[in-house]
Each structure stands twice: as structure tokens, then as C-alpha cells.
């Protein structure tokens, strides 16, 4: 018998499929990601824990979230390159659904599906989630994208050498490759605005202030009581990426 | 020792010296502060300048209609919003104009019919049937609608 016919012997394949299924096993008695027990615990004992939240029910679809931060943080103008935007989600009563993002939502919405087949409609602002387990640095290969003590996820642009790795580990396609910076660029909860003592830019020009964001250690801050007081849910648990992003009113179709 | 261990021996000492010098000198400064990132990325992107400078900038010299923006329907959004960033604007005030959005399109971003817009939220119009002729500015002024 050469090696060969002996690795895909009968034993064996019974051995890896043995090894396999207790692995399976194993994994589904894990605890699956929940945001609030998560946000529940103090993690960072020195300074602020940021996490950020959005209020479907007051979010009027206008981009101005989207323009302000390509503003602020020189995103270059042309489509296709966001740190923010927004979506809007048509169930039609067909059963089937449209995701549509026009410009990321900067020039505004127009409704693209007449309203007698609408059986729900809704705009979902999306943007980094600032995960505290973040499946974007753990990919890095150089140590360039990291995640400060305070709860934001950073990219230094110096020290990235645009492999793109971490474009395609981001589950909820926060990250793009800036062009002329040859790059990864994302959102940086405008650290830059808070580190001087103001919000996000997204978050002071949002007209129904349907986002905010603020330190989740703080019992008192808007951001804690919102966690609170909603019914909060964050994008993709099962993936355990530790997202502090968290939704009030979000559908489950939402991916 | 035989002579060819020596070498080998030796070999290996220049190897791994020379990778701790290269190690050494291309590892930046601050690298490791505090994780494996260099720390003085965090205050290099801290320093980086705020474009959007907030209502109270604008309050010096535009008081009036920032008093009545205050007191109207309008009051929950910053001047910013809608005239764009005003860092440049406000160092060289003469020279470096904002932008005056006057557009039909431009008011119809927020209060256009959409049935993902919850109703309570904000009015809207059906602008294509709401005097399409004419400007909304005409009728509605925008920090006093």
C-alpha cells in the first residue's frame, strides 16, 4: 500500500470526521456575541469607552451624515469611497427586498419603488463599528490599523503598506483604499474632533439627531441611556466582531 | 571544536545580530507604546485640524439669523448642515464664501415623500405637484419656514 491510498484510508477519514464534528460541538456551547451584556461591563478602567448609536426611527435618509464627513476628513468627492452612508431598504410585498445606496445617500433619496408595492421601507445609516474585537487588526500583517484604549479602531497611515487585507476582513465594508494616499482609510470617530473636545462631525450635522455617540463607562451619557432605554441591536452578532455600534428599531433584514 | 562548527556557529551569530540591528532600526520610535501599533500615530491623527466649527462661530457676525433659526422649525440643525464647512470661511470671511443652497432638489433631500421618512419626523411634500415652478425659497424662508 503506497502512503498515498493510506492517508485517505477508512480510518482516517472516520478519524477527521470525528475530529470535526466534536469541534462543532464544542463551538455551539461557546457563548454567542450579545452587545448589551458586552457594553454592560467596564472596559477600559483609565478613560472613556466609545460606542456609537443610531436611531432608525428618527433617520430621515437626507446624507448629510455622508456629506459632512467627506468634509470633514478630505474623503475624496468621487462616488464609491465612504466612510459613512446610508441605505435605504424596500420590502416589497412580493416578499422580495431592495438595498439601494444612491452616492451613499448624499444627494438624497428618491423613493425608486412605487408605494402600492411597498410593504416596508427604511433608511439604515451604516459606518465603522468600532468593534472591540475587531476582525479588520487582527488581519494586519504590519500592526498598521489598531484599536485604541479608548475603544476606536484607527488606521496609521504612515506604517499601512496597502496590502488591503483588512478591506476584505471588514464585515460591514467600513474600510476603502484611499486613491491617492495608496492607503486604507475608515472612519476614526472623528478622534481628531473628539480629542479637541467636540462630536462627530456626522453626529453635530445629522438634523434629527438621529446619531450620537459618547462613552459607554459613563452611566449618565446619552449614549448609555440610550442602550438602556431602547430595544438595541447591533449588525452581524453571530460573527462576535464585539461591535459597539448599536441600532434602536433595526430590522432583522438588515445585513 | 571542529572547524566547520565554528563556522556555522559563527555564521549564525552574524545572522541574528544583523536582523536585531535591522529590527532596531526599522522599528519606529514609538512602536509598542502602548500595543503593537506606533503610538504616535494616535496623536498625529489627534492634531489633524476640525473643518466644521459649529453654530457658535457663526453667532459673531450672523446673529440675527442665527436667532431666528433658533426660534423656528429649524432650530435642531447647525448652519453648517447645509452651507457647508466654515474653517476657511471664517478665517478669511471676505474671501472665502459658503455655499447658499437654493435649489428645489436641495430642500426635497429632507422633505421630498418617502415612506421610509417617518411621518412624525418631518414634513413633506409631493414636490413634483407642490408649486413645481417656482422655487421653495420664494415661499419658505429656510431659517424661518
Not at chain 1, 506604517?159 to 492607503?183: L, M, N, S
Not at chain 1, 478622534?191 to 462631525?201: E, M, S, T, V
Not at chain 2, 459649529?54 to 453667532?59: A, E, I, R, Y
Request: contains cysteine; charged residues 20%; aromatic residues 8%.
Amino acid at each position: 500500500m503506497t502512503e498515498k491510498e493510506t492517508s485517505l484510508s477508512r480510518r482516517n477519514f472516520f478519524k477527521n470526521a470525528g475530529i470535526a464534528a466534536g469541534t462543532l460541538v464544542v463551538a455551539s456551547t461557546l457563548p454567542s456575541f450579545n452587545a448589551v451584556l458586552f457594553a454592560a461591563v467596564k472596559r477600559n478602567t483609565k478613560g472613556p469607552w466609545y460606542g456609537i448609536a443610531i436611531d432608525i426611527e428618527k433617520c430621515i435618509g437626507c446624507g448629510t451624515c455622508a456629506k459632512s464627513c467627506k468634509i470633514e476628513n478630505n474623503v475624496p468627492q468621487e462616488p464609491f469611497f465612504f466612510r459613512n452612508w446610508v441605505e435605504q431598504y424596500t420590502i416589497r410585498k412580493d416578499g422580495s427586498l431592495k438595498v439601494e445606496s444612491p452616492n451613499g445617500g448624499i444627494d438624497g433619496f428618491t423613493q425608486s419603488v412605487p408605494a402600492e408595492e411597498i410593504e416596508k421601507t427604511f433608511f439604515v445609516p451604516k459606518m465603522c463599528n468600532h468593534c472591540a474585537k475587531s476582525p479588520c487588526v487582527q488581519v494586519c500583517p504590519v500592526g498598521a490599523t489598531y484599536e485604541t484604549e479608548e475603544g476606536i479602531v484607527l488606521v496609521d497611515e504612515k506604517y499601512c503598506i496597502g496590502c488591503k487585507y483588512c478591506i476584505q476582513a471588514c464585515p460591514y465594508g467600513c474600510r476603502y483604499f484611499h486613491p491617492e494616499k495608496r492607503v486604507v482609510d475608515k472612519c476614526t470617530l472623528c478622534f481628531h474632533r473628539i480629542k479637541k473636545g467636540l462630536n462627530p462631525a456626522c453626529m453635530d450635522n445629522c438634523p434629527t439627531k438621529a446619531r450620537i455617540s459618547g462613552d459607554l463607562n459613563d452611566p449618565e451619557s446619552d449614549i448609555s441611556k440610550f442602550v438602556r432605554t431602547k430595544n438595541v441591536y447591533v449588525l452581524k452578532p453571530h460573527l462576535n466582531t464585539g461591535s459597539k455600534l448599536y441600532y434602536n428599531a433595526l430590522n432583522q433584514e438588515v445585513r | 571544536m571542529p572547524l566547520h562548527l565554528k563556522r556555522l556557529l559563527m555564521t549564525g551569530v552574524v545572522i541574528v545580530s544583523l536582523f536585531l540591528l535591522l529590527k532596531h532600526a526599522l522599528t519606529p520610535e514609538s512602536f509598542g507604546q502602548y500595543g503593537h501599533y506606533r503610538g504616535n500615530s494616535m496623536a498625529e491623527i489627534a492634531a489633524l485640524p476640525a473643518h466644521f466649527t459649529g453654530n457658535q462661530s457663526c453667532v459673531s457676525c450672523h446673529d440675527t439669523i442665527v436667532t431666528m433659526k433658533s426660534e423656528s422649525y429649524h432650530s435642531e440643525l447647525t448652519c453648517e448642515g447645509c452651507h457647508g464647512a466654515a474653517y476657511k470661511h471664517i478665517e478669511s470671511p471676505k474671501t472665502e464664501k459658503l455655499i447658499k443652497p437654493d435649489t428645489n432638489e436641495f430642500c426635497a433631500k429632507c422633505h421630498s415623500i418617502n415612506l421610509a421618512r417617518p411621518e412624525k419626523a418631518i414634513v413633506q411634500v409631493n414636490i413634483k405637484e407642490h408649486h413645481p415652478e417656482k422655487n421653495c425659497i420664494k415661499c419658505h424662508n429656510p431659517h424661518q419656514p
